[in-house]
């Protein structure tokens, strides 16, 4: 097992990696003041220049710059991002030093030596920021593929919180069966009756991803 409260010490040995590089700087900028009467969601760079350590709690970004950052998706098919343009500096640890996703997800997958991701579409985004860490810290860079999330009516992913309900665990075999309807597998309809290892058997045989390429979202 995994814990990331275990691990503290080798984020922070690569966060001060990247300090020594030049790579991350001191930012005091509160959420309310960017977000005031701004429509864009990249950081303007307002701390990145200070010359002196802030004497108020601060967050920690890292610098990036025009390069592209592409990665061959095994099922969304090329992804290109330039981290300056799409996302700009982002945070890499919080005012309240906790560690940042984007930051603690690329330490994780290096220490457990992962080699093939699989997650929903809507975690695409923050890819070539990972891939970006990646490089910067001299990690490999293992093999992505997203997959459409399941939506309600309103486009809205099923959640907690979105209040979506929860299937029912006492019928695991149609929960299963239907999944793999939305999923465009289309399952026999005789499959309905089928045991929970039959179906899983089956839908491990039958996988296509093909009719999910492309896609964000099935509902």
Avoid at 45 to 52: A, E, K, M
Avoid at 77 to 105: S, T
Wanted: hydrophobic share 40%.
């Amino acid at each position: 097992m995994y814990y990331q409260s275990r691990h503290i010490d080798a984020y922070n040995d690569a966060i001060s990696e990247l300090q020594k590089n030049g790579l991350i700087y001191a930012c005091t900028c509160s959420r309310k003041t960017l977000t005031a009467g701004k429509s864009s969601h990249i950081y303007p760079r307002i701390c990145r220049d200070q010359q002196t350590p802030p004497d108020s709690p601060y967050a920690l970004r890292i610098k990036t710059d025009n390069r592209c950052i592409a990665f061959q998706d095994r099922l969304q098919g090329l992804v290109c991002h330039n981290l300056a343009e799409q996302h700009g500096d982002f945070i890499v640890q919080r005012k309240d030093r906790i560690i940042a996703y984007q930051f603690a997800v690329v330490i994780d997958d290096g220490l457990q030596h992962v080699n093939h991701i699989v997650r929903g579409f809507d975690l695409l985004n923050a890819t070539p920021k990972q891939i970006y860490l990646q490089q910067l810290l001299e990690l490999a860079t293992p093999e992505y593929m997203h997959v459409p999330i399941i939506v309600d009516r309103q486009g809205y992913k099923l959640s907690k919180q979105t209040q979506a309900m929860a299937v029912d665990s006492a019928l695991p075999q149609q929960v299963i069966f239907e999944l793999l309807v939305l999923l465009k597998q289309n399952p026999p309809i005789e499959l309905q009756q089928a045991s929970v290892i039959e179906l899983l058997y089956w839908a491990i045989e039958h996988w296509n991803p093909v009719p999910l390429s492309n896609m964000a979202a099935v509902n």
